[in-house]
């Protein structure tokens, strides 16, 4: 089923548990702040309704029922392609997708291994994926994937912390007809607005962790979870919000602190529970599925800061000056290598899993991540830079509003002849919004830090081709059994006269 907005705003009137700002909030949709949030979030439910999107948006499940496509296992290269349409799409239209790019990411990981504990554990875990699959697609229900725990000590594994043992989601107790779990996840995305929260672990654990190695799936209102939103960037919304902080006040920040104060989960929601073995694959899985999506809400972003590093020079009449051009150079080139290494994950996918699933090419899409978050911040310095210091003392919208002093704001904060003060007072406070620490620390943690990129990549590289490459540059031996360097073509191929020595300019010992 595809549901309506209206539907999907409904639903969201449950009793579930949320705090913002120190008070508890008693319906998300007319919250001040959570409002906002549920407004770009329903952006979810308006693509797949919409005529324009909805071929992109919508498939049809076995019996021939129409069902969100993010919510399908992506099987091939050109699902991965269409998942990544669907995700860009979203994110340069500044909403949508919230509901399905990290819940459908751990969905996709579900199934990658449940499939790899079923066939080597002899579980039954992939018809439990599949059944709660078939659920979510029957309900059209919006998700949200938790990885990240609270963690405590980072030197310590989770049952040898010291000052309790549950910095990492955990069962503590097995029931017959289901688990009670204990625990917190922290900056969870898209927590006030989900339906449904799909929780699996941040790292491998160790058989003397396998309590902690655990993956199940609960609605947000179940009874013992706790959501406890995080600060909004902006507290000013509608138009004022549009003109002091253009993009965090129309897609504010998400996140939550969830804790789960002993939640019991029937066993049909349950995709792992002590398999300790299995954690690495899930959390890599989930890795690699999320990147893909960080990389295509970056696509957004990079290209929404470059424009503006663009439009500001204009607006400041110095896009002919060198320095900027190379700046702005730089910036476009980064924008691009997002954008392509994104699509180059889809086009060679990971598929040796032993069954029918596609995940992105571990090596782009580890290489992607890593470009953005380890170039983000310069982007936002070159920005500042081409902006001037008004893009930090750029007055407000109350400003601008009050009649007695706008035409001193209007005189003197116009530059280039021809462009309205009013247009480079939004274009500065969008620099400001948009170079902002938020998104600055979004860039480096979401979607994992940059050593966990570093990790999959050298853990990913081929390290082989890479050494016969060195052996066959210095003459070292080795490199001829190399599939790639062992085959290739040489000079030695080439057949040449004999070299006339009677040149003086080669020396002797040449000759
Ligand atoms: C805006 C935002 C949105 C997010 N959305 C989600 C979401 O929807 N779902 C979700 O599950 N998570 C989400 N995250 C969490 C994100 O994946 C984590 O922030 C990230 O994995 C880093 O974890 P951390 O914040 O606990 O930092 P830490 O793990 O404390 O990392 C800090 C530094 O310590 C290093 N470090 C940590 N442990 C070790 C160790 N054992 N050995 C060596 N170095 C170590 C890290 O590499 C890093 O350099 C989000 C984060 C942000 C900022």
Same mark, same amino acid.
């Given at each position: 089923?595809?549901?309506?907005?209206?539907?999907?705003?409904?639903?969201?009137?449950?009793?579930? =548990?949320?705090?913002?700002?120190?008070?508890?909030?008693?319906?998300?949709?007319?919250?001040?702040?959570?409002?906002?949030?549920?407004?770009?979030?329903?952006?979810?439910?308006?693509?797949?309704?919409?005529?324009?999107?909805?071929?992109?948006?919508?498939?049809?499940?076995?019996?021939? &029922?129409?069902?969100?496509?993010?919510?399908?296992?992506?099987? @091939?290269?050109?699902?991965?392609?269409?998942?990544?349409?669907?995700?860009?799409?979203?994110?340069?239209?500044?909403?949508?997708?919230?509901?399905?790019?990290?819940?459908?990411?751990?969905?996709?990981?579900?199934?990658?291994?449940?499939? @790899?504990? +079923?066939?080597?554990?002899?579980?039954?875990? @992939?018809?439990?994926? =599949?059944?709660?699959?078939?659920?979510?697609?029957?309900?059209?229900?919006?998700?949200?994937?938790?990885?990240?725990?609270?963690?405590?000590?980072?030197?310590?594994?989770?049952?040898?912390?010291?000052?309790?043992?549950?910095?990492?989601?955990?069962?503590? +107790?097995?029931?017959?007809?289901?688990?009670?779990?204990?625990?917190?996840?922290?900056?969870?995305?898209?927590?006030?607005?989900?339906?449904?929260?799909?929780?699996?672990?941040?790292?491998?654990?160790?058989?003397?962790?396998?309590? #902690?190695?655990?993956?199940?799936?609960?609605? /947000?209102?179940?009874?013992?979870?706790?959501?406890?939103?995080? =600060?909004?960037? @902006?507290?000013?919304?509608?138009?004022?919000?549009?003109?002091?902080?253009?993009?965090?006040?129309?897609?504010?920040?998400?996140?939550?602190?969830?804790?789960?104060? +002993? /939640?019991?989960?029937?066993?049909?929601?349950?995709?792992?529970?002590? &398999?300790?073995?299995?954690?690495?694959?899930? $959390?890599?899985?989930?890795?690699?599925?999320?990147?893909?999506?960080?990389?295509?809400?970056?696509?957004?972003?990079?290209?929404?800061?470059?424009?503006?590093?663009?439009?500001?020079?204009?607006?400041? !009449?110095?896009?002919?000056?060198?320095? /900027?051009?190379?700046?702005?150079?730089?910036?476009?080139?980064?924008?691009?290598?997002?954008?392509?290494?994104?699509?180059?994950?889809?086009?060679?996918?990971?598929?040796?899993?032993?069954?029918?699933?596609?995940?992105?090419?571990?090596?782009?899409?580890?290489?992607?991540?890593?470009?953005?978050?380890?170039?983000?911040?310069?982007?936002?310095?070159?920005?500042?830079?081409?902006?001037?210091?008004?893009?930090?003392? /750029?007055?407000? #919208?109350? +400003?601008?509003?009050?009649?007695?002093?706008?035409?001193?704001?209007?005189?003197?904060?116009?530059?280039?002849? !021809?462009?309205?003060?009013?247009?480079?007072?939004?274009?500065?406070?969008?620099?400001?919004?948009?170079?902002?620490?938020?998104?600055?620390?979004?860039?480096?943690? !979401?979607?994992?830090?940059?050593?966990?990129?570093?990790?999959?990549?050298? !853990?990913?590289?081929?390290?082989?081709?890479?050494?016969?490459? $060195?052996?066959?540059?210095?003459?070292?031996?080795?490199?001829?059994?190399?599939?790639?360097?062992?085959?290739?073509?040489?000079?030695?191929?080439?057949?040449?006269?004999?070299?006339?020595?009677?040149?003086?300019?080669?020396?002797?010992?040449?000759?």
């Amino acid at each position: 089923m595809i549901r309506t907005v209206e539907q999907y705003l409904e639903s969201l009137n449950d009793g579930r =548990e949320i705090w913002c700002l120190g008070e508890k909030v008693s319906d998300v949709r007319t919250h001040p702040i959570l409002g906002n949030i549920i407004k770009t979030a329903a952006l979810d439910y308006v693509f797949p309704n919409h005529p324009e999107y909805r071929d992109l948006f919508v498939t049809q499940d076995e019996q021939g &029922e129409d069902v969100n496509f993010l919510l399908t296992a992506p099987k @091939s290269s050109e699902d991965l392609l269409r998942r990544r349409e669907c995700f860009v799409a979203a994110m340069r239209s500044g909403g949508g997708v919230l509901l399905h790019c990290m819940g459908a990411d751990a969905l996709a990981a579900f199934t990658v291994t449940a499939n @790899s504990m +079923d066939r080597e554990l002899g579980t039954g875990y @992939s018809e439990r994926v =599949e059944n709660y699959r078939k659920l979510l697609m029957k309900q059209d229900l919006g998700i949200t994937g938790a990885v990240t725990d609270v963690k405590g000590d980072r030197s310590l594994h989770p049952s040898r912390q010291k000052q309790h043992q549950d910095y990492y989601l955990r069962v503590v +107790d097995r029931q017959d007809d289901g688990i009670i779990v204990r625990g917190a996840k922290v900056h969870i995305s898209a927590s006030p607005c989900a339906n449904e929260l799909l929780c699996l672990p941040c790292r491998t654990h160790g058989e003397e962790d396998k309590d #902690y190695a655990l993956a199940f799936a609960v609605p /947000v209102n179940t009874p013992g979870v706790k959501l406890l939103a995080v =600060e909004p960037v @902006s507290r000013t919304y509608g138009e004022e919000g549009l003109f002091d902080y253009p993009k965090t006040s129309t897609r504010p920040p998400t996140e939550s602190l969830i804790v789960f104060d +002993d /939640v019991f989960v029937p066993w049909e929601r349950v995709f792992m529970c002590g &398999e300790w073995q299995f954690s690495r694959t899930l $959390a890599y899985a989930f890795a690699s599925y999320h990147r893909l999506f960080g990389t295509c809400k970056m696509v957004g972003k990079l290209e929404a800061i470059t424009g503006a590093a663009a439009l500001v020079a204009d607006y400041n !009449g110095v896009d002919k000056a060198d320095h /900027v051009r190379k700046k702005l150079a730089w910036m476009a080139m980064i924008t691009h290598m997002v954008k392509e290494l994104g699509k180059a994950a889809c086009l060679d996918p990971e598929k040796g899993f032993g069954h029918d699933v596609a995940m992105p090419n571990r090596m782009s899409i580890n290489s992607a991540k890593y470009t953005f978050a380890s170039n983000f911040h310069q982007m936002c310095q070159y920005a500042q830079d081409i902006a001037g210091g008004l893009s930090t003392t /750029v007055p407000t #919208y109350r +400003d601008w509003s009050n009649q007695e002093i706008r035409p001193y704001i209007e005189k003197y904060l116009s530059a280039k002849d !021809g462009v309205p003060t009013e247009d480079r007072l939004r274009l500065m406070r969008l620099i400001k919004d948009m170079t902002g620490n938020y998104w600055q620390i979004d860039t480096i943690h !979401g979607e994992g830090s940059m050593a966990a990129q570093q990790m999959f990549l050298y !853990g990913s590289a081929d390290w082989d081709l890479l050494k016969a490459a $060195a052996r066959r540059s210095a003459d070292i031996d080795g490199w001829q059994d190399d599939p790639v360097y062992g085959s290739l073509l040489s000079t030695d191929q080439v057949k040449m006269p004999p070299v006339d020595e009677s040149y003086k300019s080669i020396p002797e010992s040449k000759r």
